[in-house]
């Protein structure tokens, strides 16, 4: 069993960091350690201040009766470097976690005692953030993790978070080697105006989320956004090493001491979709397949942006009606075929509908397309 209670004092240094996942289990031989308490020792902590940031401790009682090290920290698996999480009630651009890497031993045995954390937040930790999880190593080199449930909470107030939102330009994408400039417009979110002169970070969303510390070394991270808050990257592939999975970060200047992180941003992609058609004929019998064939780019081989091809039927008033649908083909080939119910004239067209949000953060979107009309005539 465990408990947890706000305190007011606390030890040790910290990072800030990633989410960690199950802990791997431990050796026959090796005896389970007991998670007495977790008790946040800062419950309240104010960033507003010049420097940017505040220190956020955390308390881990603990006993195990082979003894535990002096300092805690998970060794194993790239991404299971975190030993206390504590998730906040957002998820990106809102910093999802606060992490606690490393505990040392203040007080007690190693036997029974307390290990102690402390992380470095800024205003892009802005709200409040409930401890989820403990994950700790031993002496045996056993790992084991403990849930949390109502755990104790950290509200982090008093700076202003800023945003980097995404300023999408449609790319047509062909082969996935072109260029593109991931864009966006720093925010400030309490008053809603542009940031002139942020400095933006991309960082591979694969990097573990302690390394976003909140105060960076120096030199100064990233480049910085122009005077109306417009930042640009340099050129990226479509499919390079960062694309889709890449994340922001967006700093502020803080005097001759440096820079505070104030958020994150959202390089999100648009692609254009592009398409050709081919009329199998223009004239055909009553109950006689229409056929049409194509490509859509990009194949979904390339990009995943075109999920069906519609053709549909203009029936006046500005109304187009769909009567085939169908999924491109791994390799971006389609085949549409539709019978009409009687002799006339149709009016028809190919159209690729789009997909996703141009709302920022909201990831991958692409704009659809429709081709010019074509007239078949059934006899």
Not at 93 to 109: A, D, V
Not at 350 to 366: D, F, H, K, W, Y
């Amino acid at each position: 069993m465990y408990r947890w209670r706000t305190m007011t004092t606390a030890t040790a240094i910290g990072l800030a960091g990633a989410l960690a996942l199950p802990a791997a289990a431990p050796a026959a031989d090796d005896t389970r350690p007991e998670l007495v308490s977790v008790e946040i020792t800062t419950p309240q902590v104010d960033v507003g201040n010049s420097y940017g940031d505040g220190q956020v401790m955390v308390a881990v009682h603990l006993r195990d009766a082979e003894g535990l090290p002096d300092t805690i920290h998970v060794e194993c698996c790239t991404d299971n470097k975190t030993v206390v999480v504590a998730k906040g009630t957002g998820w990106y651009p809102e910093m999802p976690y606060i992490t606690w890497t490393t505990l040392g031993r203040g007080s007690g045995t190693r036997q029974d005692g307390t290990w102690y954390g402390q992380v470095t937040v800024s205003p892009a930790w802005s709200g409040t953030f409930q401890v989820t999880q403990v994950q700790i190593d031993d002496d045996q080199n056993g790992q084991f993790f403990f849930p949390v449930t109502n755990g104790p909470t950290v509200t982090v107030t008093g700076g202003e978070r800023w945003v980097g939102e995404t300023v999408r330009t449609p790319v047509k994408v062909v082969t996935g080697q072109e260029g593109w400039h991931p864009r966006v417009r720093v925010v400030n979110t309490v008053t809603g105006q542009p940031v002139g002169g942020a400095r933006v970070q991309a960082k591979s969303i694969f990097d573990d989320w302690y390394d976003l510390a909140a105060v960076p070394p120096s030199p100064p991270p990233g480049t910085a956004a122009d005077s109306t808050g417009l930042w640009t990257d340099p050129t990226e592939h479509v499919r390079g090493d960062f694309f889709p999975e890449e994340r922001l970060l967006v700093y502020a200047r803080r005097g001759t001491r440096g820079y505070s992180q104030q958020g994150l941003g959202c390089p999100d992609f648009t692609a254009k979709i592009q398409a050709s058609e081919t009329f199998a004929g223009t004239t055909v019998g009553v109950a006689e397949p229409i056929t049409v064939t194509g490509n859509v780019w990009p194949a979904p081989s390339i990009l995943g942006a075109a999920s069906a091809v519609w053709l549909q039927r203009d029936v006046g008033g500005g109304t187009w009606q769909t009567v085939a649908s169908v999924p491109p083909r791994q390799n971006g080939r389609y085949t549409l075929q539709w019978a009409a119910p009687n002799a006339g004239r149709y009016s028809l067209r190919v159209r690729v509908p789009g997909s996703g949000s141009a709302a920022s953060c909201t990831g991958l979107q692409s704009v659809g397309t429709a081709l010019a009309a074509t007239t078949v005539t059934v006899r």
